[in-house]
């Protein structure tokens, strides 16, 4: 849709090393929009680690019974990334748990037909196998398939088809209750408990928690449970982004962790200092209050940094980012078109792991909305050179 002149840069280096009211901006809007990523990483540190330490106490807990396995948490969404739109003290430290199905059991993830939500739902369905077989059969544990009913009753604890499943599928929200009952019961066994007060804020598909330190600084947590899509970065999840809520069996799939993946990757790749997150900041600031989305401006950014080069996100080249960012997002506006950056992007890093039928898929388009109504066209547009 937008093409982007990074040739610029080149050119006009030199004259901009050399002007001192370009350079003085420059450091005004890094004071201003300041985002401290070493907080940033140090504070998902302490994140990770308390979940990880509740996640090793509930497997020691659980180990016996037929509850799903809790993988490590992957850390996703703006603070993960590195930046946030939002003020230091409302930042969410988001982080997906995902699930894996217990001994007996198998995940089957199939398309839901029920609900009507705007981005692909998917059912996952509980299915009993057989453990009477394979290398090594656990001794200890009775078969579902081949042992009576009886037996089971009496030598076993139940299975996860009659704890956390509504009839044959996963239930989002009795897995966020067992979750927030385990959390609740568990606090004063983990270390942070000496250093942290902790209260679980009211969630039907997640977990969310507000950590208060001794010196009355807060961190708010939420746990989103998630299925991983075969081997790819794409998952299913548990919490759905926006209203309105979809049945407790269905569950949305996310690209959360193929965003955190991708930025991950950036970082390694990218110069010293480099800009992009600071772009993104400033750009999540100038916009508030527009009817122009976070995510639709993550997804320009993601796409500007596969079409201009990592070298020219140098933080000389802030404004001009700033202002490419500007730029794109105008022309998609006047397009009614900016495309989902995992569907058919023949630019996709070899490093993201993607379900083969998405390089094939027609790309979304986010402005979807737009096209359908040319009012809306007119006001977004209104409103963005009001920006």
């Not at 946030?84 to 997906?96: L, N, Q, R, T």
């Not at 996860?160 to 897995?175: R, V």
């Not at 598909?205 to 746990?223: A, H, I, N, Q």
Request: aromatic share 10%.
């Amino acid at each position: 849709i937008c093409e982007v002149d990074s040739s610029r840069d080149s050119e006009s280096e030199e004259s901009e090393e050399e002007n001192p009211a370009e350079m003085n901006m420059i450091w005004i809007f890094s004071r201003r929009f300041q985002l401290s990523v070493p907080k940033l990483a140090s504070r998902r540190r302490v994140v990770q680690e308390l979940l990880s330490d509740l996640l090793q106490v509930c497997h020691s807990l659980f180990s016996d019974s037929f509850f799903p396995v809790l993988e490590p948490v992957i850390g996703v969404g703006s603070a993960c990334e590195g930046w946030s739109p939002h003020k230091e003290e409302d930042v969410i430290y988001c982080m997906f748990v995902p699930l894996k199905p217990p001994p007996g059991h198998a995940f089957h993830l199939e398309p839901d037909t029920v609900g009507e939500m705007p981005q692909t739902s998917m059912r996952i369905r509980v299915e009993q196998v057989c453990t009477c077989t394979g290398k090594q059969p656990d001794q200890n544990k009775l078969c579902f398939l081949h042992h009576s009913e009886e037996e089971l009753k009496r030598n076993q604890v139940t299975s996860l088809l009659h704890t956390l499943c509504t009839g044959p599928y996963l239930d989002g929200e009795k897995i966020a209750l067992w979750f927030q009952t385990f959390v609740i019961s568990a606090w004063s066994v983990v270390p942070q408990s000496h250093h942290y007060s902790m209260k679980v804020l009211p969630s039907c598909r997640s977990c969310k928690m507000k950590l208060v330190k001794d010196s009355g600084r807060s961190l708010f947590v939420e746990t989103v449970f998630s299925v991983q899509q075969g081997d790819s970065d794409i998952f299913l999840s548990s919490q759905p982004t926006e209203a309105p809520f979809p049945p407790s069996t269905t569950w949305l799939e996310s690209y959360a962790v193929a965003e955190a993946k991708f930025f991950r990757q950036v970082a390694r790749q990218a110069p010293p200092h480099s800009c992009h997150l600071k772009c993104l900041r400033l750009c999540a600031r100038l916009l508030e209050g527009s009817g122009i989305s976070v995510y639709a401006l993550k997804t320009t950014v993601m796409h500007l940094l596969t079409l201009i080069p990592l070298s020219e996100w140098q933080h000389k080249y802030f404004l001009m980012r700033v202002d490419d960012t500007m730029q794109y997002l105008r022309c998609c506006l006047e397009e009614k078109r900016l495309k989902h950056f995992f569907f058919g992007n023949e630019d996709m890093p070899e490093e993201i792991s993607l379900p083969p039928d998405f390089q094939e898929a027609q790309p979304l388009n986010l402005f979807q909305h737009l096209a359908q109504d040319p009012a809306a066209q007119t006001e977004a547009l209104k409103e963005f050179d009001e920006l």
